[in-house]
Protein backbone atom coordinates (compact mmCIF):
# COMPACT_ATOMS: atom_id res chain seq x y z
CA UNK A 1 0.00 0.00 0.00
CA UNK A 2 2.72 2.20 0.77
CA UNK A 3 4.44 1.70 -3.00
CA UNK A 4 1.34 2.29 -4.23
CA UNK A 5 0.96 5.76 -2.31
CA UNK A 6 4.47 6.53 -3.22
CA UNK A 7 3.96 6.13 -6.89
CA UNK A 8 0.54 8.14 -6.93
CA UNK A 9 2.29 10.93 -5.45
CA UNK A 10 5.11 10.49 -8.45
CA UNK A 11 2.41 10.45 -11.00
CA UNK A 12 0.60 13.68 -9.49
CA UNK A 13 3.75 15.50 -9.74
CA UNK A 14 4.36 14.73 -13.32
CA UNK A 15 1.00 15.57 -14.81
CA UNK A 16 -1.32 18.39 -13.67
CA UNK A 17 -4.88 17.76 -13.54
CA UNK A 18 -6.63 20.13 -15.90
CA UNK A 19 -8.69 21.92 -13.51
CA UNK A 20 -4.78 23.12 -12.17
CA UNK A 21 -4.31 24.17 -16.08
CA UNK A 22 -7.54 25.97 -16.47
CA UNK A 23 -6.92 27.97 -13.45
CA UNK A 24 -3.53 29.15 -13.92
CA UNK A 25 -4.87 30.31 -17.75
CA UNK A 26 -7.52 31.91 -16.08
CA UNK A 27 -5.44 33.97 -13.62
CA UNK A 28 -2.67 34.84 -16.27
CA UNK A 29 -5.44 36.36 -17.86
CA UNK A 30 -6.79 37.94 -15.35
CA UNK A 31 -2.99 39.71 -14.68
CA UNK A 32 -3.11 40.58 -18.16
CA UNK A 33 -6.39 42.13 -17.42
CA UNK A 34 -5.62 44.20 -14.52
CA UNK A 35 -1.99 45.58 -15.78
CA UNK A 36 -1.63 48.89 -17.32
CA UNK A 37 -3.47 49.56 -20.54
CA UNK A 38 -1.86 51.85 -22.99
CA UNK A 39 -4.43 54.10 -25.28
CA UNK A 40 -4.69 53.25 -28.60
CA UNK A 41 -1.67 55.46 -30.01
CA UNK A 42 -2.22 54.61 -33.98
CA UNK A 43 -2.20 57.75 -35.65
CA UNK A 44 -4.77 58.03 -38.81
CA UNK A 45 -2.29 57.42 -41.61
CA UNK A 46 1.26 56.03 -42.58
CA UNK A 47 3.79 57.41 -45.08
CA UNK A 48 5.49 54.55 -46.81
CA UNK A 49 9.25 54.34 -46.28
CA UNK A 50 12.10 52.52 -47.39
CA UNK A 51 12.03 49.02 -46.76
CA UNK A 52 8.38 48.66 -46.08
CA UNK A 53 5.78 46.67 -47.53
CA UNK A 54 1.96 46.34 -47.01
CA UNK A 55 2.61 42.90 -44.66
CA UNK A 56 4.95 44.72 -42.63
CA UNK A 57 2.57 48.56 -41.91
CA UNK A 58 -0.43 46.02 -41.55
CA UNK A 59 1.49 43.93 -38.54
CA UNK A 60 3.21 47.14 -37.34
CA UNK A 61 -0.09 48.72 -36.90
CA UNK A 62 -2.50 45.30 -35.40
CA UNK A 63 -4.65 45.50 -38.74
CA UNK A 64 -5.22 42.78 -41.55
CA UNK A 65 -3.34 43.58 -44.68
CA UNK A 66 -6.21 42.29 -46.79
CA UNK A 67 -8.58 45.33 -44.85
CA UNK A 68 -5.56 47.64 -45.38
CA UNK A 69 -5.33 46.90 -49.26
CA UNK A 70 -9.20 47.11 -49.87
CA UNK A 71 -9.52 50.53 -47.79
CA UNK A 72 -6.27 52.34 -50.13
CA UNK A 73 -7.17 50.76 -53.31
CA UNK A 74 -4.64 48.82 -53.34
CA UNK A 75 -4.88 45.62 -55.98
CA UNK A 76 -1.33 44.37 -55.62
CA UNK A 77 -0.24 44.06 -51.95
CA UNK A 78 3.07 43.86 -53.30
CA UNK A 79 3.16 47.64 -55.10
CA UNK A 80 3.39 50.34 -52.57
CA UNK A 81 5.85 53.12 -53.44
CA UNK A 82 8.57 55.41 -50.96
CA UNK A 83 6.01 58.37 -50.23
CA UNK A 84 2.63 57.21 -50.18
CA UNK A 85 0.00 57.65 -47.64
CA UNK A 86 -1.53 54.78 -46.69
CA UNK A 87 -4.60 55.19 -44.59
CA UNK A 88 -5.10 52.71 -41.29
CA UNK A 89 -9.06 53.38 -40.65
CA UNK A 90 -11.74 53.56 -42.67
CA UNK A 91 -12.84 57.06 -44.12
CA UNK A 92 -9.36 58.40 -42.62
CA UNK A 93 -10.04 58.32 -38.97
CA UNK A 94 -10.20 56.05 -36.17
CA UNK A 95 -14.10 55.26 -35.11
CA UNK A 96 -15.06 57.50 -32.52
CA UNK A 97 -16.86 57.91 -29.80
CA UNK A 98 -19.86 60.34 -30.19
CA UNK A 99 -19.92 62.50 -27.14
CA UNK A 100 -22.65 64.80 -25.61
CA UNK A 101 -21.75 68.68 -25.16
CA UNK A 102 -21.53 69.03 -22.04
CA UNK A 103 -23.79 71.58 -20.27
CA UNK A 104 -22.11 74.69 -19.24
CA UNK A 105 -23.63 75.79 -16.27
CA UNK A 106 -21.80 79.13 -14.48
CA UNK A 107 -20.84 78.34 -10.65
CA UNK A 108 -21.75 81.78 -9.23
CA UNK A 109 -18.78 82.61 -6.22
CA UNK A 110 -20.07 85.87 -4.62
CA UNK A 111 -17.24 88.00 -4.04
CA UNK A 112 -17.63 91.56 -1.89
CA UNK A 113 -15.36 95.09 -2.37
CA UNK A 114 -14.24 96.59 0.50
CA UNK A 115 -16.55 98.31 2.86
CA UNK A 116 -17.30 101.69 1.52
CA UNK A 117 -14.94 104.36 3.64
CA UNK A 118 -16.12 107.19 4.91
CA UNK A 119 -13.93 109.97 7.42
CA UNK A 120 -15.64 111.34 10.13
CA UNK A 121 -13.72 113.42 13.40
CA UNK A 122 -14.05 110.95 15.94
CA UNK A 123 -17.22 111.49 18.30
CA UNK A 124 -20.12 109.37 19.65
CA UNK A 125 -22.06 111.06 17.00
CA UNK A 126 -19.55 110.27 14.40
CA UNK A 127 -19.32 106.46 14.80
CA UNK A 128 -23.09 106.42 14.52
CA UNK A 129 -23.06 108.07 11.38
CA UNK A 130 -20.81 105.18 10.15
CA UNK A 131 -22.55 102.67 11.35
CA UNK A 132 -25.81 104.20 9.12
CA UNK A 133 -23.60 105.04 6.35
CA UNK A 134 -22.24 100.93 6.20
CA UNK A 135 -25.93 99.02 6.53
CA UNK A 136 -27.22 101.36 4.42
CA UNK A 137 -24.34 100.77 1.05
CA UNK A 138 -25.05 97.97 -0.52
CA UNK A 139 -21.82 95.98 -1.12
CA UNK A 140 -21.04 95.46 -5.30
CA UNK A 141 -20.35 91.86 -6.20
CA UNK A 142 -19.00 89.92 -8.57
CA UNK A 143 -20.16 86.54 -9.93
CA UNK A 144 -16.91 84.63 -11.06
CA UNK A 145 -18.19 81.87 -13.39
CA UNK A 146 -16.45 78.64 -13.48
CA UNK A 147 -17.14 77.11 -16.69
CA UNK A 148 -16.86 73.20 -17.46
CA UNK A 149 -14.94 72.29 -20.56
CA UNK A 150 -16.88 71.11 -23.16
CA UNK A 151 -16.21 67.98 -25.10
CA UNK A 152 -15.86 67.86 -28.64
CA UNK A 153 -18.51 65.78 -30.14
CA UNK A 154 -16.04 63.40 -32.11
CA UNK A 155 -13.79 63.07 -29.94
CA UNK A 156 -11.98 59.49 -29.31
CA UNK A 157 -12.35 58.17 -25.86
CA UNK A 158 -8.63 56.14 -25.53
CA UNK A 159 -9.35 55.21 -22.11
CA UNK A 160 -7.73 51.89 -21.89
CA UNK A 161 -10.65 50.04 -20.88
CA UNK A 162 -13.14 51.97 -23.04
CA UNK A 163 -14.20 49.33 -25.83
CA UNK A 164 -11.46 46.96 -24.57
CA UNK A 165 -11.91 43.86 -25.75
CA UNK A 166 -13.00 40.80 -23.98
CA UNK A 167 -9.95 38.79 -22.19
CA UNK A 168 -8.51 36.12 -24.18
CA UNK A 169 -7.45 32.75 -22.72
CA UNK A 170 -3.89 32.09 -23.75
CA UNK A 171 -1.81 28.96 -23.80
CA UNK A 172 1.69 28.10 -24.60
CA UNK A 173 2.05 27.80 -28.84
CA UNK A 174 4.92 25.17 -28.31
CA UNK A 175 7.21 23.33 -25.96
CA UNK A 176 10.96 23.25 -25.60
CA UNK A 177 13.19 25.72 -23.98
CA UNK A 178 13.07 29.19 -23.45
CA UNK A 179 16.20 30.56 -25.06
CA UNK A 180 14.71 33.92 -25.02
CA UNK A 181 12.61 36.65 -23.73
CA UNK A 182 10.95 39.78 -24.66
CA UNK A 183 13.05 42.94 -23.55
CA UNK A 184 11.74 46.34 -25.36
CA UNK A 185 15.07 48.24 -24.19
CA UNK A 186 17.33 45.48 -26.25
CA UNK A 187 14.10 45.45 -29.18
CA UNK A 188 13.36 42.11 -28.31
CA UNK A 189 9.65 41.71 -29.55
CA UNK A 190 9.05 38.63 -28.28
CA UNK A 191 9.99 35.30 -26.74
CA UNK A 192 11.95 32.08 -28.28
CA UNK A 193 11.36 28.54 -28.05
CA UNK A 194 13.77 26.29 -29.03
CA UNK A 195 12.78 22.69 -29.79
CA UNK A 196 12.94 20.28 -32.82
CA UNK A 197 12.51 20.54 -36.41
CA UNK A 198 9.11 19.04 -36.79
CA UNK A 199 7.44 19.82 -33.50
CA UNK A 200 4.39 21.42 -33.57
CA UNK A 201 3.69 25.03 -33.68
CA UNK A 202 0.20 25.90 -31.44
CA UNK A 203 -2.16 28.71 -32.05
CA UNK A 204 -1.82 30.38 -28.75
CA UNK A 205 -5.80 31.66 -28.57
CA UNK A 206 -8.71 31.53 -31.18
CA UNK A 207 -8.42 34.20 -33.63
CA UNK A 208 -8.36 34.11 -37.72
CA UNK A 209 -5.10 33.48 -39.75
CA UNK A 210 -4.17 37.12 -41.28
CA UNK A 211 -1.03 36.16 -42.99
CA UNK A 212 0.99 33.33 -43.91
CA UNK A 213 3.99 33.18 -45.72
CA UNK A 214 7.42 34.76 -45.81
CA UNK A 215 7.57 38.11 -47.05
CA UNK A 216 8.31 39.96 -43.50
CA UNK A 217 12.09 40.01 -43.24
CA UNK A 218 13.79 38.20 -40.69
CA UNK A 219 10.77 36.10 -39.60
CA UNK A 220 10.68 33.19 -41.96
CA UNK A 221 7.94 31.10 -42.48
CA UNK A 222 5.61 33.49 -40.37
CA UNK A 223 2.12 33.34 -39.15
CA UNK A 224 0.04 35.80 -38.16
CA UNK A 225 -3.17 35.13 -35.99
CA UNK A 226 -5.30 38.39 -35.13
CA UNK A 227 -7.72 37.54 -32.00
CA UNK A 228 -9.74 40.63 -31.97
CA UNK A 229 -9.20 44.39 -32.88
CA UNK A 230 -6.89 44.42 -30.33
CA UNK A 231 -4.37 41.90 -29.90
CA UNK A 232 -2.48 40.13 -32.71
CA UNK A 233 0.14 36.87 -32.13
CA UNK A 234 3.05 35.87 -34.47
CA UNK A 235 4.81 32.12 -34.95
CA UNK A 236 7.90 33.01 -36.66
CA UNK A 237 10.85 30.39 -38.15
CA UNK A 238 8.37 28.04 -39.05
CA UNK A 239 9.12 24.84 -41.40
CA UNK A 240 5.95 24.52 -41.99
CA UNK A 241 2.74 25.87 -42.57
CA UNK A 242 -0.22 24.28 -42.19
CA UNK A 243 -3.21 27.37 -42.09
CA UNK A 244 -4.04 29.40 -44.73
CA UNK A 245 -4.93 33.30 -44.97
CA UNK A 246 -8.54 33.68 -43.72
CA UNK A 247 -9.19 30.35 -41.88
CA UNK A 248 -10.24 30.13 -38.45
CA UNK A 249 -8.04 28.28 -35.55
CA UNK A 250 -9.00 27.72 -32.27
CA UNK A 251 -6.83 27.89 -28.91
CA UNK A 252 -4.26 24.80 -29.30
CA UNK A 253 -5.37 24.16 -32.57
CA UNK A 254 -1.55 22.94 -34.45
CA UNK A 255 -0.98 25.20 -37.11
CA UNK A 256 2.86 24.59 -38.02
CA UNK A 257 5.76 22.76 -37.61
CA UNK A 258 8.91 23.99 -35.76
CA UNK A 259 11.76 25.32 -38.27
CA UNK A 260 14.77 27.25 -38.59
CA UNK A 261 13.66 29.54 -41.55
CA UNK A 262 15.66 33.01 -40.85
CA UNK A 263 16.86 32.23 -37.97
CA UNK A 264 20.26 30.30 -36.69
CA UNK A 265 18.94 27.29 -34.78
CA UNK A 266 15.26 25.34 -34.72
CA UNK A 267 12.99 28.06 -32.66
CA UNK A 268 9.49 29.66 -32.61
CA UNK A 269 9.79 33.48 -31.87
CA UNK A 270 6.56 34.31 -30.87
CA UNK A 271 5.28 37.90 -30.64
CA UNK A 272 2.11 38.88 -28.74
CA UNK A 273 0.73 42.66 -29.94
CA UNK A 274 -1.71 44.61 -28.98
CA UNK A 275 -2.57 47.43 -31.75
CA UNK A 276 0.65 46.15 -33.52
CA UNK A 277 2.73 47.27 -31.11
CA UNK A 278 4.88 44.53 -29.08
CA UNK A 279 3.59 43.38 -25.60
CA UNK A 280 5.68 40.65 -23.22
CA UNK A 281 4.15 37.47 -24.08
CA UNK A 282 4.98 36.56 -20.24
CA UNK A 283 1.86 38.72 -19.10
CA UNK A 284 -0.10 36.35 -20.93
CA UNK A 285 1.41 32.79 -20.80
CA UNK A 286 2.63 30.48 -18.73
CA UNK A 287 6.47 30.05 -18.99
CA UNK A 288 7.06 28.70 -16.22
CA UNK A 289 5.98 25.74 -17.97
CA UNK A 290 8.60 25.64 -20.00
Known amino acids: MLATLLL ?3 ASSVQRPPVFERAEAEKNA ?3 KKSPREKDWRPNSYVVQKGDTLFSIAFNYGIDYHDLAEMNGIKD ?3 ISIGQEIRLFPNGARSAVAVAPIAVKPIGILVKDQPKLVKFPYSA ?3 A ?3 KVQQQTTPAATIVAKVPQAASATARDDSADVNEDPVLEWSLPARGKLVGQFSESDNRKGI ?3 GKLGEPVMASASGKVVYSGSGLRGYGKLIIIKHNNTYLSAYAHNDKILVKEGQSVTRGQKIALMGKT ?8 FEVRRFGKPVDPAKYLPLAKL
Open 125 to 127: AAM
Open 77 to 79: PGL
Open 30 to 32: AMA
Open 262 to 269: DASQVELH
Open 129 to 131: QID
Open 8 to 10: AGC
Open 192 to 194: DIA
